[in-house]
């Protein structure tokens, strides 16, 4: 028995499904999980020592690649500090200035640890501020598993055809309205009906967890005028955005300022960290100030700031995002080459370093339900193919693809080569 297999059965008795994170267990796809022994750069090596590109990135936190040489050196030395006080530490309060000096939407800034938590936490700050009891989300968009949230959400959820989680009452979730992306409608009859009664609206503005849902920016502008005229607040959640489109991510982008925005993923530099963020007015309804409470025994943890810092000064540097954008065109125009007078099983899109493989045109699939329910088994032998010629594409054919600034063209040459492979 193989050292992998081994240890994947003795998962199995360990941790349910035989993992922590339900996506990770390759229900989706055929195979079992792989257990990373090691990663640099671009690539990670498994039990065995075989060698994958990787293009899921740990979800997206690894925009630097794997073991960033100046993250690495930071994050030895925060460690070698104390790895908790507890306490506030120099990191904390650095990484806060530089989110706010990036984001339109951020003069102040809670740190938690991840982004379930930061979607959560801002959502009682919504709540408390506005006096409102009523979210609103849209279907297709996750923002981690806390109860209110688990509606009609994407990710490892729509891998296992779950509309919602057992264990979350219905009384917790009456208070969620749920809409279509790219419904304006829809989005103009539910305000009239129930905007004044609105806490806030959270959205992905650009949702990146059941495929890649490109918004178009009519929508998320009617988004904002409506949340603003009803008195409600408006939350992007940028766990998967922040800092990948730009400095101040999709806000920036769309050149549209929310209320409330959170984060998770890059700003932790993989460690786990997350955040949320809005105007000081708004912000200041946060104990010790206001009456919302909120609070983390390892909130704003030095060693995780020291890599959420170190990865912004890196991207900020290296002017990150010219370089990610240019290799996801290298990947959209090599595809299109190397596919010209031929059929791909699906089409690629791409918004900068994220990339996806849809099954339909891409200006076709702007909401969950746009997809046809059976897209995943297509996925299946793409997935299975590439991972024999070592390049790792996610298990699941909703979750996103993540580029990083460690890739090189050579990398993405060869994943242009292995797609294209299946134009006929
Ligand atoms: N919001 C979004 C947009 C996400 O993509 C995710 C995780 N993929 C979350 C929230 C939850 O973050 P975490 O897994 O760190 O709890």
Not at 35 to 48: N, P, T
Not at 333 to 340: E, V, Y
Not at 350 to 359: Q, T
Request: net charge negative; with cysteine.
């Amino acid at each position: 028995m193989s050292l992998a297999t081994d240890l994947w059965s003795r998962a199995l008795h360990a941790l349910p499904g035989g993992v922590s994170s339900p996506v990770r267990a390759f229900q989706a796809v055929d195979g079992d999980p792989i257990f990373y022994r090691q990663g640099q750069g671009s690539r990670f090596e498994d039990l065995e020592g075989r060698s994958y590109l990787d293009f899921v990135m740990s979800w997206g936190p690894l925009i630097l690649g794997h073991a960033h040489p100046t993250v690495v050196e930071v994050v030895q030395a925060a460690v070698a500090r104390g790895m908790s006080f507890g306490a506030p530490c120099e990191d904390e309060v650095e990484l806060a200035e530089k989110v706010r000096d990036w984001h339109p939407a951020v003069e102040k800034l809670r740190f938690v640890s991840s982004g379930t938590e930061a979607v959560m936490s801002a959502i009682r700050l919504a709540r408390g501020a506005t006096g409102r009891d009523r979210i609103l989300k849209f279907s297709g968009c996750y923002h981690g598993h806390s109860d209110a949230l688990l509606v009609a959400a994407g990710s490892g959820l729509v891998t296992f055809g779950e509309p919602a989680s057992a264990g979350v009452p219905a009384d917790f979730t009456h208070l969620t309205s749920v809409l279509q992306l790219d419904d304006d409608a829809a989005l103009e009859a539910f305000f009239a009906e129930k905007g004044d009664e609105l806490a806030v609206a959270v959205i992905e503005p650009l949702p990146a967890n059941n495929g890649l849902l490109v918004q178009r920016k009519a929508f998320l502008l009617k988004l904002r005028e409506l949340t603003e005229k009803h008195g409600a607040l408006l939350l992007f959640d940028e766990v998967i955005s922040g800092f990948r489109l730009g400095k101040g991510g999709a806000s920036e982008a769309y050149e549209i300022t929310p209320d409330l925005v959170t984060f998770g993923k890059i700003m932790g530099g993989g460690m786990p960290v997350g955040a949320f963020g809005g105007s000081q007015a708004l912000m200041d309804h946060l104990a010790p100030l206001g009456p919302v409470y909120q609070a983390g025994t390892l909130s704003g943890n030095p060693v995780a700031m020291a890599a959420g810092l170190a990865t912004l000064e890196v991207l900020e540097g290296q002017d990150a995002w010219t370089r990610l954008e240019s290799l996801g065109q290298r990947l959209e125009q090599g595809l299109a080459q190397k596919s010209a007078g031929k059929e791909l099983p699906f089409h690629l899109v791409r918004v900068g370093s994220l990339f996806w493989l849809a099954p339909r045109d891409p200006e076709t699939v702007r909401s969950a339900e746009a997809l046809p329910s059976d897209f995943g088994e297509a996925y299946r032998p793409i997935h299975g193919a590439l991972l024999e010629q070592g390049i790792y594409l996610a298990p699941s054919a909703y979750e996103v693809g993540f580029l990083s600034t460690a890739h090189s063209e050579q990398d993405v040459d060869r994943l242009v080569t292995a797609l294209a492979a299946f134009a006929h």
